[in-house]
Structure formats: structure tokens, C-alpha cells
């Protein structure tokens, strides 16, 4: 179970964070009533028999292509990515390319070029399926498959995962494509452990059974215990209520640098609406301490910060080597292991962080496995809905993001936009 570590004291009484843990804990109903709330138990109602479709489907892949193109931006992009970082990249052949996710044309012509010579298969991941970005990647890419398979072959190296009403139902019947359903009820930026995020997540070697099944272990902690989710919800909003109104996530691997990427993406969407929300940032330590630690310790006091840490030190290990010289005096560091230099510089960040007014929580996951990246996202996922509806918005909506894209049509040109 993901541990949660705060120090409740300095904001309020014993008292009142029971009564905002009970008040809070209602909303875990709310979520699961709510006509987009099928994450809450989808690690214990996913349909097995397309998981296994899946699993088949990332087996051929890892067979016969040297890349997954994945094309997909958003909750249909991030969460994924940063789970397959976070564990080490890819196991075996098959590497995963992220397009779709912009328009820059630079990076387009990057990915064309890595392909040119390789095997690859595509896989377009759009909820909606009239995602521009990822339209537009899927253009390019069809026609570098006809190219290079011909046009019978092609089909069989595209898989769509999509939305059972999404427009992409059309080229999937009309071409015969194996496509993966997003479940209606499911949001894009709640959907990694969805068919979103299966198939590349499979391709990349990663035990999605031992996923899912720490996100099952969360969910019970959760929904029967109340979990620590529900008081990370409740410290966040108390923390926004005394003028905190910066989150950073805080963290000491840089390989989770895609994992904040993730939570900003399922923060930022889910709360940041109706002129309220807290600001979601990101850090990566020991790097940022170089840059973003100054303000951190000295600069305004509106940020509190959020560590995501792993409990286990790692099995490799390496070890500082002594020096005949010691000009950098280092010695006394000597035949100690790296990581757990790491895990002292750590604390000694909180420490110094807390002492100059930052308010600091920890997450604390068991260690970097599947297993405990399953329970993270769920942690995270619960907390995010809870938190937005203790904020008084809905979670599971977005509507400012349609407002860049009615103006984007006009200037664009597209008929009736005008
Ligand atoms: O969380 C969300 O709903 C969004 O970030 C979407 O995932 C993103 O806009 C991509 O949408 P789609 O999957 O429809 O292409």
C-alpha cells in the first residue's frame, strides 16, 4: 500500500482532520456514481478477455517490429510513457516511439526518419478519435506502412485503441483493424490501465498483470479503510486554504521525470477550472536543487511540496571509490552505496525545505516495480477526484480546453468555423 507521510499537526486539529477525512471519504462514492467514474473499479471489473486480446496483440509486435509507434497526446499518451520510464524503458526488441503529441514538424520528421529502415507497427490512441495532433501523425503513418508493406499487409501493423462511439469506427470497419476499446465511462487522463496504456505498456515487457493487481491492492486499501489517498486529498485543500496554492511533485529519479509529466496532466485537467485549482509543478532532485531549489528554499512561501519516494534502496548498487588523492574530499563518502547517499539528500531537502516555510508531504510507494506503480497511479487517480470535488468542480470534465480549439478552427480555415 502507498504510505502517506505529513505533518498534520502544524495545520490542524485531531479533530477536524478526522472530520475532513469523513467529510472527504464520501466523495469515493461520488466518484464511483459519476457517469465517468469506471476507473474507480475497473482493477477489479476489466474485461479479461480483452486483456488477453491485448497481451496477443503485444506479442506479435514484440515478434516482428523494432518500434510501437504510439500516437496519442494527453491522458492517451502520458500516463503509459511514464510507467514504462519509470521502470527502466523497454525489455527486448521492440522500442516504443511517442508521436501525435504536437505539431512540430521537426519532431514528425524524427520519427519518420528512425523508422525508415526499421519494422514497425502503429498503434493510434484517441479516446475521441478527431484529436488533431495525433490525425495528422496518423496520415503520415499509414502512408509509411502502405510504403513499406504494401497495401494488405499494412492493416495488419495498425491497432487502434479508441472509444466504442469515436469516429475512428469507421476506418476500423471500413479497414479491418484490430482495435481496443477505451471504456465510455473512463477519462482520458484516467485511462493507463485501460487498453490506453495496456498495449504499448505490454510491448515495452512490462508485467501488466502485477500492474493491475497494485492497483486492485489500492483500491481495497482504499475503498475499505479509507486510505491514505483521502488524507492527502483533505491535506491538499487545507494547505490551499492557508495560501499555498503550488504544488510541486518532488522526486529524486530522474526516470519518473514522465511520471510528473502525467500527474500535472491528471491535476491540472481535473482541478484547474471555475478560477480555482492548484498550480501542479514538477522538479526533479538532485538537478533541480541546482535550479529551482533556490526558490523552493527562499522564494515566495505560496508552494508546498509533494515527494514521491520508493522505500527500497536498489538491488545494484554502486559504490563511492576511494581516491588516492583526495582533492575533492570525498573519501570519507568511501564504500558508500549511491542510493543511499540519494536517500540521505533527500531528507536532508525535506528538512531544509520544511525549516524555510515550504509545507512538505510524502508518497511513499514500497519500491519501483510494477506492482507499486499500479497502486501509485490508482493512489494519485483517487486522490485527484477526491481533492476536485472537495475543491466543489467536477474532476472528470475539461471544458476549457475546447476554447484554444474553436479559435485554432477559425484561423485554421475549417468549414464552419468561420
Ligand atoms: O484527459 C483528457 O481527457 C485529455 O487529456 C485527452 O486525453 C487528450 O485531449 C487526448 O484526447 P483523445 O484521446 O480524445 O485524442
Given at each position: ?150 497495401a494488405e499487409e499494412a492493416p495488419k501493423r495498425i491497432f487502434i485503441t479508441t472509444d466504442d462511439e469515436s469516429v475512428l469506427q469507421q ?248
Open positions: 500500500m502507498i504510505k502517506f507521510e505529513c505533518d498534520y499537526s502544524k495545520f490542524l486539529s485531531e479533530a477536524e482532520l478526522s472530520e475532513r477525512i469523513r467529510q472527504t471519504g464520501h466523495f469515493v462514492w461520488l466518484s464511483q456514481r459519476s457517469t465517468k467514474g469506471g476507473w474507480v473499479d475497473w482493477p477489479v471489473n476489466y474485461n479479461a478477455a480483452e486483456f488477453e486480446r491485448i497481451k496477443k496483440a503485444a506479442e506479435k509486435i514484440r515478434s516482428d517490429s523494432d518500434y510501437l509507434v504510439c500516437v496519442g497526446v494527453g491522458g492517451s499518451y502520458l500516463g503509459f510513457r511514464a510507467v514504462v520510464e519509470a521502470l527502466g524503458g523497454e525489455r527486448g526488441r521492440t522500442k516504443l516511439i511517442f508521436t501525435g503529441n504536437s505539431f512540430s514538424a521537426r519532431e514528425l520528421e524524427k520519427v519518420l526518419d528512425q523508422i525508415k529502415d526499421a519494422d514497425f507497427s502503429v498503434n493510434v490512441i484517441s479516446k475521441s478519435g478527431t484529436t488533431m495532433e495525433t490525425a495528422i501523425a496518423f496520415r503520415f503513418l499509414r502512408q509509411r506502412l502502405i510504403e513499406r508493406y504494401g476506418e476500423i470497419a471500413g479497414n479491418h483493424y484490430e482495435s481496443f476499446a477505451i471504456p465510455h465511462n473512463i477519462g482520458g487522463r484516467f485511462s493507463v490501465l485501460t487498453p490506453v496504456g495496456m498495449l504499448p505498456m505490454a510491448v515495452a515487457g512490462i508485467d501488466v498483470d502485477q500492474l493491475m493487481k497494485g492497483a486492485e491492492k489500492e483500491r481495497e486499501a482504499l475503498i475499505y479503510t479509507g486510505g491514505n489517498a483521502t488524507k492527502y486529498a483533505v491535506m491538499r485543500n487545507v494547505l490551499l486554504e492557508r495560501g499555498f496554492n503550488v504544488e510541486v511533485l518532488a522526486n529524486f529519479e530522474p526516470s519518473f521525470k514522465y511520471f510528473s509529466e502525467w500527474w500535472k496532466q491528471l491535476f491540472g485537467e481535473s482541478e484547474g477550472k471555475d478560477g480555482k485549482g492548484i498550480f501542479p509543478a514538477s522538479v526533479i532532485y538532485s538537478t533541480d536543487l541546482h535550479s529551482l531549489g533556490q526558490y523552493m528554499q527562499d522564494g515566495q512561501r505560496i508552494v508546498f511540496e509533494t515527494f514521491v519516494e520508493s522505500e527500497q534502496t536498489e538491488a545494484e548498487q554502486i559504490v563511492v571509490p576511494i581516491a588516492v588523492s583526495d582533492i575533492d574530499e570525498l573519501n570519507y563518502l568511501a564504500g558508500q552505496k549511491l542510493d543511499e547517499i540519494k536517500h540521505t539528500v533527500a531528507q536532508a531537502t525535506r528538512e531544509a525545505h520544511e525549516a524555510g516555510g515550504v509545507p512538505v508531504m510524502r508518497v511513499i510507494m514500497p519500491d519501483i516495480s510494477e506492482y507499486s506503480m499500479g497502486a501509485l497511479i490508482y493512489f494519485f487517480e483517487m486522490a485527484c477526484a477526491l481533492s476536485a470535488f472537495t475543491l466543489g468542480v467536477n474532476p472528470f470534465n475539461q471544458p476549457g480546453v475546447d476554447d484554444y480549439k474553436v479559435k485554432m478552427f477559425r484561423l485554421l480555415g475549417k468549414p464552419g468555423y468561420n
